[in-house]
Nanobody
Framework: VQLQASGGGSVQAGGSLRLSCAAS????????MGWFRQAPGKEREFVAF????????RYGNSVKGRFTISRNNAQNTVYLQMNRLKPEDTAVYYC?????????????????????WGQGTLVTVSS
């Protein structure tokens, strides 16, 4: 499976963007899917996680209540709806996939735990 993130761009603070993560070469319906972001000079940060089988979602504290992860299994795509964007949301956003669909031990919050990494898409939020 290969992943390709898209939908990034420049937006003013308070605005919205929707990122897409399209999978090819296989289905992601059985995968746990994560979104991460990395700002210049900072470590990769957990943003959101989704398990299709039971509808579980998890979010990083800095985006909770503003971002929503969702899936379209028919299109083999995962989305990240980002609302009320802030300048501190500026980063390259990555989607990642792993065949684990449980969420105990918080493995999903660590980027290195995922077996499939996609290319990123840049989001820039201006004040």
């Amino acid at each position: 499976v290969q992943l390709q993130a898209s939908g990034g761009g420049s937006v003013q603070a308070g605005g919205s963007l929707r990122l897409s993560c399209a999978a090819s070469g296989g289905s992601i319906i059985e995968h746990g899917m994560g979104w991460f972001r990395q700002a210049p000079g900072k470590e990769r940060e957990f943003v959101a996680f989704s398990v299709w089988s039971d509808g579980t979602t998890r979010y990083g504290n800095s985006v909770k209540g503003r971002f929503t992860i969702s899936r379209n299994n028919a299109q083999n795509t995962v989305y990240l709806q980002m609302n009320r964007l802030k300048p501190e949301d500026t980063a390259v956003y990555y989607c990642e996939a792993d065949r684990r669909t449980h969420y105990d031990s918080f493995w999903y919050r660590r980027s290195v735990e995922y077996e499939i990494w996609g290319q990123g898409t840049l989001v820039t939020v201006s004040s």
